[in-house]
């Protein structure tokens, strides 16, 4: 006989409450088979009192079920988390003293998670071991009052969702994009956290300026510009960096430095263009894909690039445009295409 929280046996077989899923049911049957367990995604809804005495992450009386949520706590578990406001409480999840990974998050507007301690913690989304990943709503904030807050998309496992981040993320913290052949789409202009963006995989899409203040540094990843933006962040380029423009006219007001190479590429059908403005000191590649413009303008210069490829085909040419170029003494080291 299979004995469960939250579950019945009726006539030899499991029958699970109405908040479990039937993929719970069927690693059940399979674990007693001796089998490995089909993993089980499991809703953890935040029920918390909104105080700064019981409002911490790694209270499991905050939670229903009553389980800190936490992947693989049980074995094989993923955790879709929902922190929503409801009946007029605001609620607002503290991660002291604990850095959780889970699979899913929606976080409601007016709602959000901070880090209120003395230490570093990290939050981190990584729906690849979910069942059914269906990508994070994140509409209310995130963000520091005390010691600094990582935002980890992926923890470089492959998940092909999409995320969309239109709270604020504010404070110290350092948002990592680390999910291959995933998207996460920011859209809230007013972010002002300070601790940098880091692009380990996959494709972060901005909507205007949705930066912060830190450094946006490559180590792999797209920077995609769906609207129109001028990053003022400065660039370090440790790999090459691809920013796909996306049709969208763009300008990069920052520095770009490191020993990576920058590609500028386009995945719509019209083409766009950006605008550098900054003596830029990074040494690798730059190169200029089919459709798209990279303009020098003011003191915009890319003397210490290695080599410049403007690419094209039989329907668009990509361009390096210096008209723009008000500072003197300005030379391209290398050009082809």
């Not at 301690?117 to 990290?122: I, R």
């Not at 920052?254 to 766009?272: F, V």
């Amino acid at each position: 006989m299979l004995h469960r929280k939250n579950s019945q046996t009726v006539f030899g077989k499991t029958a699970l409450s109405s908040k479990a899923s039937l993929l719970a049911a069927v690693a059940l049957a399979v674990a007693g088979l001796g089998a490995t367990a089909v993993r089980a995604d499991t809703v953890a809804t935040w029920t918390g009192a909104n105080n700064s005495s019981n409002c911490y992450w790694g209270n499991s009386a905050n939670w229903s079920p009553a389980t800190v949520p936490i992947n693989g706590t049980p074995s094989g578990t993923t955790y879709d988390v929902i922190i929503n406001t409801s009946g007029g409480n605001v609620n607002h999840a503290d991660l002291s003293g604990l850095s959780p990974t889970i699979g899913d998050l929606s976080l409601a507007s007016g709602d959000s998670i901070y880090n209120s301690g003395g230490a570093t913690e990290t939050l981190t989304i990584d729906p690849s071991a979910m069942a059914s990943p269906a990508g994070s709503t994140i509409v209310g904030d995130i963000g520091s009052t005390g010691n600094q807050i990582v935002l980890n998309f992926g923890n470089g496992n492959t998940s092909n969702v999409t995320s969309t981040i239109s709270g604020a993320l504010t404070g110290s913290l350092t948002l990592i994009l680390d999910q291959p052949s995933g998207i996460v789409a920011l859209s809230n202009t007013s972010n002002t956290y300070t601790g940098g963006t880091v692009l380990d995989a996959g494709t972060l899409s901005i909507t205007g300026s949705t930066l912060g203040t830190g450094a946006v540094t490559f180590n792999g990843g797209t920077l995609q510009t769906a609207g129109n933006a001028t990053v003022a962040n400065n660039i370090v380029l440790n790999t090459t960096g691809t920013i796909d423009l996306d049709g969208s006219a763009d300008a990069a007001a920052g520095a770009i430095s490191g020993t990576g190479g920058l590609t500028i590429a386009d995945s719509s059908t019209t083409g766009g263009s950006i605008a550098l403005r900054s003596v830029e000191t990074y040494t690798g590649l730059t190169t200029v894909d089919a459709a798209t413009v990279l303009a020098l303008q003011n003191a915009g210069s890319i003397a210490d690039s290695s080599n410049v490829t403007v690419n094209g085909t039989s329907l668009a040419v990509g361009e390096l445009d210096v008209s723009g170029i008000t500072a003197s003494g300005t030379s391209i080291t290398s050009l082809s295409g």
